[in-house]
């Protein structure tokens, strides 16, 4: 990445990553205030006001368990494809769409998608998400480009008396991630964008993103992660993630029945917000080729790194005999592309544009995300795959692709993570699956967990001693780990968007070079 002006842009970025940084605190102890005041005042200022939701149909700062502001009930918490009230026209907003997603996991995935899909129907698209792996950059994307250096300058420079004069205000200053929320609305504005695809940051009712009137909503998935914030029980964080939804809103909901569910849709039902539920309203089908006895199917074998499915109860703008081929491998990458496909489904003016047979398979078929399982292929028929899997429940997600699609096949661990994480759910669901590990941290970042407090996890979760490696340094554990490698074996590296961001480059580097070397072991035809 090269500017013009290189010094200007590591100015301008030492001066953000400056400010108060959330992601990067290492201790759970801060008492630094979450509100949407700061962030309402922010987009005034840079005049953006047209786009805030209304604060009587806003969440606000109340308790996750304060309804007081919902507007009467006017929905059961479920609705049809065509039934129910329809998303929101203010004039103030109608200029453009807003698709707001939350979730434990899959959000940034099904944003993409989202991005993705409504860019293959001729829209002009914003895709805000979080983290990013290696750049800063990637947070702000217009039409699948990220701002470009000089951008992120400008970007930066207008912010600059704007958060003086917040600091001096009774408010306070804008944190960070405040202020790449409105670098990206900024940056969206100045490219003319159709639609914004905004994915949260953490948790969704105080979220930076939530100050918006959006058109469609979803929520993704529901697990523990960040419990110092949005609280200890699964039922507690859909409280908070289900503060995205707004009156007369669609909302995409991926969550399972239960208890959890139940949550959302009493929310939904007091907020009144017309919600469709996977499971229910929408169904996947597996592509299937063989029927048991039994009757059920089975999934057709995938002779290369990717999925297939089938959706029922997007009515005839996805007939359901419809087979689409996704890229991204694992049921829950589809379980985040039926959610994807649902939300364009929920604004027909939109979904109008966008027809299953001739865009939407070479769109969700091309699509290639980083570190969400991302395959490199090694000479001697080794498998590298890099994964951002950092919490129990998206350690769940990967083991059940290594299942699928790594069965019978020796399985070695890199594994670095960060302090705020449940170090030994992790571990303890992967201790049965991995035959060696490498254990490591990243360096970009304080809130790593030291290798002999990540050694100690690992002992303490049943991993055998005789089994672990531990190698601080992550590239030279990678490398390791790599060169450890039998034939037809296979190396997953997991744990924390940082360790993928910072090994990812070198992998990439080396990728052409694997590439040759695995075409020369191909048998001649």
């Known amino acids: ?255 399972p029945h239960g208890t959890v569910r139940d949550v959302i849709v009493q929310i939904a039902k007091n907020v009144g917000v017309p919600v469709r539920h996977l499971g229910d309203d929408i169904q996947i089908l597996a592509k299937s080729n063989e029927v048991t006895n039994a009757g059920t199917s089975t999934c057709i074998a995938q002779p290369t790194w990717g999925s297939q499915f089938r959706i029922r109860g997007l009515g005839e703008w996805m007939p359901e005999q419809t087979d689409i081929q996704l890229k991204l491998e694992g049921k829950h990458q589809v379980h985040n592309a039926a959610i994807a496909l649902a939300l364009v489904d929920s604004i027909p003016s939109i979904r109008e544009k966008l027809r299953p047979e001739d865009r939407i398979h070479e769109c969700l078929a091309s699509l290639q995300m980083q570190a969400r399982l991302e395959r490199f292929d090694l000479p001697g028929n080794r498998v590298l795959l890099l994964d951002t899997a950092h919490n129990a429940d998206s350690i769940d997600a990967m083991l059940n692709v290594l299942h699928d699609r790594m069965r019978g096949r020796k399985l070695h661990c890199l594994f670095g993570t960060s302090a705020d994480k449940n170090v030994p759910a992790m571990l303890e669901r992967m201790q049965p699956h991995f035959d060696r590990w490498i254990l490591t941290r990243y360096e970009g970042n304080p809130r790593y967990v030291p290798v002999d407090q990540l050694q100690t996890f690992a002992l303490e979760s049943g991993l055998s001693a005789d089994a672990i490696r531990v190698i601080e340094r992550p590239l030279q554990a990678c490398v390791t780990a790599i060169d450890g490698l039998g034939s037809d074996e296979v190396l997953v590296i997991c744990g924390s968007f940082f360790l993928a961001a910072e090994l990812r480059p070198w992998l990439v580097e080396q990728a052409d070079q694997w590439a040759e070397s695995v075409s020369l072991d191909l048998p001649s035809s």
Request: proline content about 6%; charged content about 20%; hydrophobic content about 40%.
């Open 1 to 255: 990445m090269i500017s013009r002006d290189h010094d200007a842009y590591q100015s301008a970025i030492s001066w953000l990553v400056n400010r108060i940084d959330y992601e990067k605190l290492a201790s759970s102890g801060s008492r630094y205030r979450f509100t949407l005041d700061r962030m309402r005042d922010l987009m005034e200022r840079l005049g953006h006001g047209r786009h805030l939701v209304q604060l009587s149909d806003s969440a606000g700062d109340p308790p996750a368990t304060d309804q007081s502001h919902a507007a009467p009930p006017t929905s059961a918490g479920s609705a049809s494809r065509d039934a129910g009230p329809t998303p929101p026209t203010n004039p103030i907003t109608d200029s453009v769409w807003i698709i707001h997603l939350a979730g434990t996991k899959g959000k940034g995935s099904a944003a993409t998608m989202v991005a993705a899909l409504l860019r293959a129907a001729g829209y002009r698209v914003g895709l805000y998400t979080s983290p990013h792996l290696v750049h800063l950059e990637e947070r702000f994307r217009v039409d699948g480009q990220m701002a470009t250096p000089e951008e992120m300058v400008a970007l930066i420079d207008s912010m600059r008396p704007i958060v003086q004069a917040m600091t001096d205000a009774p408010i306070g200053g804008p944190s960070f991630f405040e202020l790449t929320t409105a670098m990206a609305i900024e940056h969206f504005h100045r490219h003319h964008c159709d639609v914004w695809v905004l994915e949260t940051g953490l948790g969704g009712r105080l979220d930076s993103t939530n100050v918006f009137q959006s058109h469609a909503t979803a929520i993704t998935s529901i697990g523990l992660d960040h419990q110092h914030v949005l609280g200890n029980t699964p039922e507690l964080i859909a409280a908070e993630k289900a503060g995205i939804l707004k009156p007369h809103t669609p909302a995409i909901n991926g969550v």
